[in-house]
C-alpha cells in the first residue's frame, strides 16, 4: 500500500515537472521566436538604409539591445539548469551492467530531466546562434557607416553652383520658417492653453530659480573668496577657471534641462516645435559652456585671474577668436539639426557648411598670427612656438582649402573635430595644469581646502604634502580617463573598443607570458595599506584598552605589541601580494632559491632578526631596564627585530645588534626587581679604634632613609692596607638607579661623622728606606750641595709621605 | 557636436565597465570551453588548477561535458570533477 502511494505521488511529481516544463517550453519558444523576429527586422533595416548613418547608428543601439536581451535570455535558464544538474547529481549515473537495477521512477525521472536539459540546451544553442547573426550584423552597420564616412568626406561637391540666389533664398526660408513654427506654435499655446503655458513658465522660472540660487549662491559662495581681488596663487586661479567654468554651465544646463522637461510634460510644445526647442537648448547650453571656458581660460578683462602668460591683447584677441569660432561652429551645428527638421535642400546645407569651414578657418589663422608672449629682454610682442604656430596654419589651410576646393564634408569634419578635440584638449591641460601646480610643496596649504583639512581633521603640514601628491596623482588619472576615450570616441572609436581598450588597461597588460593587471596591484596595495592601518588600530587598542588594564607587565606589554605589529604587517604583506596577483607559491620557489644566498650573505641578518624574536619571547630584559652588555651599559630603548636601541647615561644611544645580545652575557640590574646594593669603600688610619668605625658606619646607615632595612645593612672590615684599615659599608636601596645619589649622600656623611669623632682618613703612605752609601753615591759627584749631602746622610731613612688621598672604591652606581 | 554629447555619456557609462566571469579548474585535469563572445566563437584551454578570466560583455559558454550556460560577466564558475558550477 504504502510502496503503491509512493509510486501515485512520484507519478505526480513527475508530471508536474513535465506539465511545468511544457508550459516554461512554450514561453521560451514564444521568446526565441520574438528574438529571432526582431534580429531579422533588425538585418531588414539594415539593407533598407544603407546610406542613411543617422539611421545606422539607431539600428546599432538596437542590435546592441537585442545582444544583451539574448544573454539575459540564456541567463535565465540558469536556475533551472541548477535545479536540474543538482536533482541528476543526487539521483546518480545508471546503474552499469552487472549491477542491480535501479527502481523504474528513478529512470522515468532521470529520462524526464535529462530530456528537458536538452531541451534548455537547444534553446541555448538557438541563442549562442542568433547573438552572432547580431554581433555580424552590429560589424555590418560598423563597415557600411565607414563607407558613408569616407563618401561623405572624399565626395566633391562644386562649390560655385550652390552660391546662388534660389539658396540664399532658401536660406531665408529655413529660418523664417524656424521663427514661424516656434511663434505661431506659441501663439497657439498662448490662446488656447494659456493655463498650461502659464504654469510652465511658471515654474520653469521658480525652479530654476531654486536651481541657481542652490548651486550658485551656495557653492559660490563657497568657492566665492576667488572673487575677491588681491594676488592669487597659481593653483587658486586654476581652481577658479575649472568651478568659475563648471558651476554656471551646470546650473544653466539644469536649468534648460527643467524647462524641457516642464514644456514637454504640459504639452506646450510638441512635433516639430518640440524639436526645434531642442535644438535650441543643446546649442545654447553648447556655447554657454564653450564661453565660459574660453573666458576662464584667458580671463580677457582680469590678467590678475589668467591661467596662462598671455599679454593683455592678446588674450582678449584669442578669446574673441575661440569665441567666435565656437559661434559659428554652433551656428552650423543648429542650422543643421533645423534644415533635418524641415528637410531643406541639400544645397543650402552644403552652403551654410562651406561659409561655416571658412569661418572657422579663417578665424584659426587669426588666432595662429596672435603674438600671445612678452620677449623677456626687450618687452616685445612674440608669436606662438612654431610646434604650435605651424599646426594652426596647416590646419587652417587644410580647412579652407577642403572647402574651397569642395570638399565640404572633410571641411566640416575636420572644422568639428578642430574646435571639439580643441575644447576637450584644453579643458585636460588645465587639469594637468591643476595636477601639477597641486604637486608642488605648499600649494595645497594654501588653499581652502588645504585649510578646511587642516581646521577640521588637523592635518599638519607634512600629512597635506603628501596628500598633495596623491591628489595630483588622482587628478592627472581622472584627466586620462575621461579625456583620453572623449576625444578616442570622437574620433570615431567604437565604444566596445575603447572599453574593451580600458578594461584591458587595467586588468591585463600582457608582457612576454606575465600578465599585469594595474587594477590588481593597486587593488593589493590598497589592502596592505588597509591591513597596516588595521594592524595599527589593533596594536593600539590592544595596549590601551586590554593590556593596560589587565596590568601586564610592561615588557610582556611591549613584546605582544611589537609582535603583534610583525605579524599584522607579514599577514597584510601576504593578503597585498597575493591579491596583486603575485602567486605565492612562485614567490616561494624564489624564496627557495634565496634560502642558500641567505645562508651565506644575509647570515648576520637573520641570525639578528632570530635572535629579535628570541629577545622578545623569553624577555632578558625590557624597554626601560638598566643593562650592562659588554662595553656598553645604559637604559633600553627600544626592542625592535634587528637590534636593540640602548640609551647610555651620556645620552648617547647605542644600537647594539641582536645576537650580541643573545650571544654574550648581559647584565640587568633592574631585570625582576629594582633592588640594588651599594658598596662604599672606606679607609681609616692604622690606630683608630676599627670596632668604633664599624658601629659608626651601621649607624650612618640605619640613619638615611633610603636604606633598607631588610636586607641589613653591614659592613665588612676588607683589609689591613698599606696605610689604612680598609672597610666596606654594604647597604641595599629600592631602586638601584638612585644608588649613586644614596652612596654620594652617605659620603658625605661618612666624612662629616668621621670629622666629628676625630677619625682620620689616612693618604696612602709608603715607607723609602736609602742607604747611606747609596747617598754618598748619589751626592759625592754634586759639588755644590754639600748642604744636602750632610742633610741627606744625617737622614739614613725617612718617610716620604706621597698619596692623594682616601680612594673609596667607587660604589657601583 | 551630437557625437560629443554621446561621447560624453559613454565615458560617463564606462565608469560601470563591464566585469569579467573567472572560470576556476579545481580538477587535476585540463578543460578545453568553447566560448561565444561578440559574434566570434574561439576555444579556451583551462590547465589543472588555473583560473581564467573571460568575456567581460557576456558570452556562450559550452562546457567539457556537453553543458551549455550563459555567462553575463562578473559570475565565478567552479569546474569540480568535469561538472561546472556557477556562483
Known sequence: MPKFLTRILLLIVVAAFALGGASAQQATESRTAALQKSIAKIEADIEKSLANDDRLVMIRVEADKLVKELIDFGVSFRPELGTINKRLGELGQPPKEGEPAEPPEVTAERSSLLARKAAINVELGAAEKLSIRANEAISRIGDLRRDIFANTLFRRTPIAAIFVDENVQAFRNDLRQFWRTLSSRIQFVWNFRTNAFLAATGLTVLLSTVVWFLLH??????????????????????????????????????????????????????????????????????????????????????????????????????????????????????????????????????????????????????????????????????????????????????VIGAALSGYIGLARFSAGQIIVTGAIIATMLIGLQSGRALATAGTLQGSALGRFLQGRFGFNEVSLDQLSVVLSLAIYMLVALIGLPLIALQWGFNRVDVSNFIYRLFTNIQIGSINISLFAILFGALLFILGYVLTRQFQAWLDRNVMARSRVDEGVRNSISTVTGYLGIGIAAVIGVSAAGFNLSSLAFVAGALSLGIGFGLQNIVNNFVSGLILLAERPFKVGDWIVAGQTAGTVKRISVRATEIETFQKQTVILPNSDLINQAVGNWTHRNHMGRVDIAVGVAYGTNPRQVHDLLLELAAADPSVLKVPAPFVVFTAFGDSALSFELRFHVRDVLEGSVIATRMRFAIIDAFEARGIQMPFPQRDLNLKSDDLQKLFGDLQPAPKQAKNGSKAKSGRVARGTGTRPKPAKA | MKSLIAAIFIVAGLGGAAQAATIINTDGQDYSLQITEGGAQSEIGIAAGQSVSVCPAGCFVTMPNGDRETLSGGETVEIVNGKATIK
Do not use: H
Open chain 1, 217 to 398: 549662491r551656495t557653492l559660490g559662495r563657497f568657492f566665492g573668496y576667488w572673487v575677491q581681488a588681491g594676488e592669487l596663487s597659481y593653483f587658486s586661479r586654476l581652481s577658479r577657471a575649472f568651478w568659475s567654468t563648471l558651476i554656471p554651465s551646470l546650473t544653466l544646463c539644469a536649468n534648460l534641462g527643467i524647462a524641457y522637461w516642464l514644456f514637454f510634460n504640459f504639452g506646450i510644445f510638441s512635433g516639430q516645435s518640440l524639436e526645434l526647442v531642442q535644438a535650441l537648448l543643446v546649442s545654447i547650453a553648447a556655447f554657454y559652456f564653450i564661453a565660459r571656458l574660453v573666458l576662464a581660460l584667458f580671463s580677457p578683462w582680469r590678467p590678475d585671474l589668467r591661467i596662462t602668460r598671455f599679454r593683455d591683447p592678446a588674450a582678449r584677441a584669442l578669446f574673441a577668436l575661440t569665441l567666435g569660432m565656437a559661434l559659428v561652429y554652433i551656428l552650423d551645428f543648429f542650422m543643421n539639426w533645423v534644415s533635418g527638421i524641415f528637410s531643406s535642400s541639400l544645397a543650402v546645407t552644403v552652403a551654410q557648411t562651406v561659409i561655416a569651414s571658412l569661418l572657422i578657418g579663417i578665424l584659426l589663422l587669426m588666432a595662429a598670427m596672435v603674438k600671445p608672449y612678452t620677449d623677456k629682454n626687450t618687452g616685445e610682442p612674440v608669436q606662438w612656438p612654431a610646434i604650435i604656430r605651424i599646426p594652426l596654419i596647416l590646419l587652417a589651410a587644410f
